[in-house]
């Protein structure tokens, strides 16, 4: 059974790392299980089940929020900024340290630069 619900574990949410089900016998009538990603350690609560079935952790690993407006603008900002700014160009949009970013700053410079990008492509 367990074989069946490693090759349906989606990859971890967090860095796409490769998740591991993990089942030990915890008392001697429970076994906990628990999904774990080999990369970054994100994981599930462990969930004792006095019948050792591990399709509870399975099922909580590849449940996922849907992403909201918000997110994905965000990640998009992200995407933006990782690929087009780095040192100067960060310090020219306001950014001084990591904590002094905000959306704003960000959007406005997603906007100066949208032209730059558009010209390049030609």
Same mark, same amino acid.
């Given at each position: ?20 089900l993990i089942t030990r016998q ?11 990603? @080999? &990369? ?8 004792? *089940? !006095? ?7 399975? =099922?909580?690993?590849? @449940? &996922?929020?849907?992403?909201s407006a918000s997110d994905e603008? *965000? !990640? ?7 690929? =087009? ?24 410079a997603i906007s100066a630069n ?9």
């Open positions: 059974m367990s074989e069946d619900i490693k090759r349906v574990l989606k990859p971890c949410p967090f860095c796409g790392g490769k998740p591991k915890c008392m001697e009538d429970c076994v906990d299980s628990y999904v774990e990603c @080999t &990369r970054c350690d994100a994981r599930t609560a462990g969930c004792e *089940d !006095a019948y050792g079935d591990p399709t509870y952790a399975a =099922n909580e690993w590849n @449940t &996922r929020a849907a992403p603008k *965000d !990640a998009k900002r992200l995407d933006w900024l990782m690929h =087009n700014l780095g040192g100067k160009a960060l310090f020219a949009i306001g950014v001084v340290t990591s904590g002094n970013c905000d959306r704003e700053c960000i959007d406005a949208a032209g730059k990008d558009k010209e390049e492509e030609s």
